[in-house]
């Protein structure tokens, strides 16, 4: 006898019911061939409703749709019923969790680089962005090289500069991705047993890693883009009221591909009285806060052009915030839902414990770990970590999009210096690296006072940026088991393999760090991508 009650429908409604439903009989069931407005509006409807979503569906909604097409084929359903709910439910009445109820894939594409990090500010939304790995970025489009062209510095007397400036820049790049793919491969000539293929993609991969920091900010990206409508109302609520023009005027073509799909999720975002006023708010405490950070710090921006000295004594990574009882709160919230005590009762005995009894708690909750995915419980997130760091940019874009920790990031300029790659030292072509990001740094100089805003375009990637990462132990267990791995980028493994450091030297926090068994040490493994590309290699097959 099955648990479950099956329900009972018509010949006339299971044929229509098939189309919109993944069966019939069962508890769990997916709707497919219906817009994302119809299934949030059906959510919403079902959460004040007595009636099964399948019932609702056909009392309710299928007086709308047209079932005279081929069953192959998306349903074609009316909309307006679909938006009077939402109307009411969702914004005359402010329910923003009905808004969580839809989905939209958004494809963003020829963002900048500075843009990118704007995009995937949010935390419950998905993101998949371009590679500077397994790109080329010397080829154009529409017969341009790929960076962003802002319309006020094309249109001023910069602007000829800056787009002659962008295009010998890119001229140098180009220019040095053969030099290094012809240097690398002669320093690792391709194994016994290993493809062509395998060797020259894993040769192509450290050519673009090595050079990528000569790429200014400005160098187009494409993003993929998953997020209820509840994520992009706060999204395009935020890129409205951003200094950046670019991600002002970005907002408004993502608003408007939006509504075609999801239209009652955002029609706040735009009302004066409502997104509008959120808008103004967001623009208005970031202004006057960078206004008294001025007046109190005397730190504002600046031109200050960089070289590779700069701030070289500066720490990469410095730990500024750790609970030096973290351990213990650990072990007590890993023991809490297997006893019936108060936590702070359950903290007092693991304090008069034996520091081998906590490490059999901490052993026990972590488990056998076979592979880095499996990861223990939310005890972990009892601890916490807070860095001060100062990496490249090319680093910490792919630092920040660990979007679920705290991140937070000062303007890129050139004046803490660029990271020079010893490879590039190695195959001596230091020269004309140096010279690009010279000419990158007196770009940004010329375009400061004028430009504030767009003046970080012209800064490359290998520039160093500070940035604060907050995170506890559970986040700081994916990113650094992540971020380490052998195939990694050197320079986020560098800046991750400190954070595990200071983890266990600096905080004494030894039982933490050793449950990321995954995080990985060993130096430079020459070329980071062969492992990867040959595993990819033996998935594929003959």
């Not at 760091?389 to 705290?406: C, E």
């Not at 971020?483 to 200071?502: D, I, K």
């Not at 040490?521 to 040959?534: Q, V, Y």
Request: charged share 25%; proline share 4%; aromatic share 10%.
């Amino acid at each position: 006898m099955s648990v479950y009650v099956t329900e009972e429908f018509s010949e006339g409604e299971a044929d229509i019911l098939r189309r919109y439903f993944t069966n019939l009989d069962g508890p769990v069931f997916a709707l497919v061939n219906l817009p994302e407005v119809v299934k949030g509006a059906l959510f919403a409807r079902y959460s004040r409703s007595s009636k099964s979503l399948r019932r609702l569906f056909l009392d309710e909604f299928v007086a709308e749709l047209d079932i005279s097409g081929d069953l192959g084929i998306d349903a074609t359903i009316g909309l307006r019923r679909a938006e009077e709910l939402y109307d009411r439910v969702f914004f005359e009445y402010g329910d923003d969790s009905v808004a969580q109820l839809g989905g939209v894939h958004l494809a963003c594409e020829q963002a900048s680089n500075l843009l990118t990090k704007v995009l995937e500010w949010g935390r419950l939304m998905s993101y998949l962005e371009q590679s500077t790995r397994y790109i080329p970025y010397d080829t154009r489009l529409g017969g341009r090289y790929r960076f962003h062209r802002d319309p006020a510095v094309l249109q001023s007397h910069l602007g000829t500069r800056y787009v002659g400036d962008m295009d010998r820049m890119f001229d140098a790049y180009g220019e040095l991705v053969p030099v290094m793919s012809e240097f690398f491969r002669e320093s690792f000539p391709k194994a016994p047993g290993d493809s062509d293929f395998v060797h020259r993609q894993a040769i192509r991969a450290k050519a673009f890693d090595t050079l990528r920091g000569m790429l200014p900010a400005a160098s187009l990206s494409n993003v993929g883009i998953y997020g209820t409508g509840q994520g992009y109302e706060a999204l395009l609520l935020r890129m409205r009221s951003h200094w950046l023009p670019e991600a002002r005027s970005y907002a408004d073509l993502m608003l408007e591909e939006l509504r075609k799909v999801v239209p009652s999720f955002l029609k706040r975002v735009d009302l004066p009285d409502r997104g509008g006023a959120w808008s103004d708010y967001l623009g208005a405490t970031r202004d006057g806060t960078a206004a008294l950070a001025a007046e109190l710090l005397g730190d504002g921006p600046s031109g200050l052009a960089g070289s590779a000295g700069d701030d070289s004594g500066a720490a990469e990574v410095t730990l500024i915030d750790f609970d030096p009882d973290a351990e213990i709160k650990m072990v007590a919230a890993m023991l809490y839902p297997h006893s019936h005590l108060a936590e702070d009762e359950i903290e007092q005995r693991v304090r008069s414990m034996s520091t081998e009894d906590r490490l059999r708690v901490v052993r026990a909750y972590t488990g056998d770990r076979s592979n880095r995915r499996h990861k223990p419980g939310r005890a972990l997130e009892r601890c916490s970590y807070r860095f001060d760091v100062l990496a490249d940019y090319g680093a910490f874009r792919d630092l920040q999009r660990h979007r679920m920790l705290t991140i937070e990031w000062q303007s890129l300029s050139p004046r803490h210096g660029y990271v020079r790659p010893a490879g590039v030292v190695a195959a001596g072509c230091a020269e004309a690296f140096d010279a690009s990001m010279g000419r990158s740094a007196a770009l940004h100089d010329a375009m400061i006072n004028d430009f504030p805003a767009q003046a970080s375009y012209a800064v490359a990637l290998g520039y160093r940026v500070r940035f604060v990462i907050q995170m506890n132990a559970r986040e700081a267990m994916h990113l650094l088991e992540l971020r380490t791995t052998p195939q990694g980028h050197a320079a986020y493994r560098r800046v991750a393999q400190e954070m595990h450091r200071l983890v266990a030297e600096q905080a004494g926090h030894h039982a933490v760090a050793e449950m990321m068994s995954f995080v990985d040490h060993t130096p430079d493994p020459g070329l980071e991508r062969l492992e990867a590309e040959r595993r990819a290699e033996q998935r594929r097959g003959p």
